[in-house]
Structure formats: C-alpha cells, structure tokens
C-alpha cells in the first residue's frame, strides 16, 4: 500500500515544500524546535487541502498564524510520538526470539531488523544478536566438521 504524499507549506514564505519539518525550496527556511508544531499544523497531516490552501494564502499575506490551543497540542503529541520511534529499542522477547532465529536458522533476519531500524538504538541491539548468532552458528559449523 502506498503512503499518501503529504504537502506542507512554508511557515515564513507560505512556499511549497513536501516535508513539514524540511527545508523550504522557496527561501530556505528549515523550522526551529519552537516552529515545529506550527509547522506541522501547516500541513496536509493535520489539515484539509482547502485549510492549507487558505493558511497558505494568510500566510502569503503576511498575516501570523494563530493556531488554537488544541491544534497545537495535537500537532505537538504527533510530534512526540514519532521521536519516540526514533528511540526504537528491541524489547527482552524481541532479542531473545531474534537471537534463537539467528541460531538456529540463519542471522540474516537479525542483520534485516539492524538495516531496517539502522538510525535507532534497535540496530545496535539487532547487531548485537546477530553477530552472535554468527558466531555460534561458525562454531557449530566447525565442531561438526571436526568430530
């Protein structure tokens, strides 16, 4: 399934741009942590295309955006949520079930998860189990080998 594109626009120039949080083609812009959440507001994942075209055009204006208090904490707690996946640890059942795959099949799935999650704490954790997976599968490889 595809992720539906999102379009956010600028909130100093009132310019296109894909991404809230990026940085503006129009001026350059790239918002501060105080401007995220407005900046978030200022975009399809929290507004119609019809409230953006309008913010656009207000902001275009010159007009100052003045979100109420429960857009902004709605914007602020999507916020919060998507930084904590990018704390993403594997939990205790998560390592010892990549371990034991890794053991017994193959540590490939465990260097998957550390490719997959390579900008969170859970690659280090994947790469952990799956070296040591490696290692006692190569072990096990040479034992049979030699008795």
Do not use: Y
Request: hydrophobic share 50%.
């Amino acid at each position: 399934m595809a992720a539906i594109p999102v379009r956010s626009v600028c909130v100093r120039c009132g310019g296109d741009k894909e991404l809230p949080l990026g940085r503006c083609p129009a001026c350059g812009h790239v918002p501060s942590l105080g401007e995220r959440a407005l900046s978030l507001l200022s975009s399809t994942r929290m507004l119609s295309e019809a409230e953006l075209l309008e913010v656009q055009s207000r902001i275009r204006r010159g007009e100052a955006l003045r979100p109420s208090a429960a857009r902004l904490h709605a914007a602020a707690t999507l916020l919060l949520d998507e930084g904590d996946s990018a704390r993403r640890t594997l939990t205790r059942a998560e390592e010892i079930g990549l371990l034991v795959l890794s053991i017994l099949l193959t540590p490939l799935p465990a260097f998957a998860v550390a490719w997959t999650w390579r900008d969170t704490p859970a690659a280090g954790q994947a790469l952990r189990v799956a070296v040591i997976g490696l290692v006692v599968n190569v072990a096990m490889g040479w034992s049979a080998a030699f008795f």
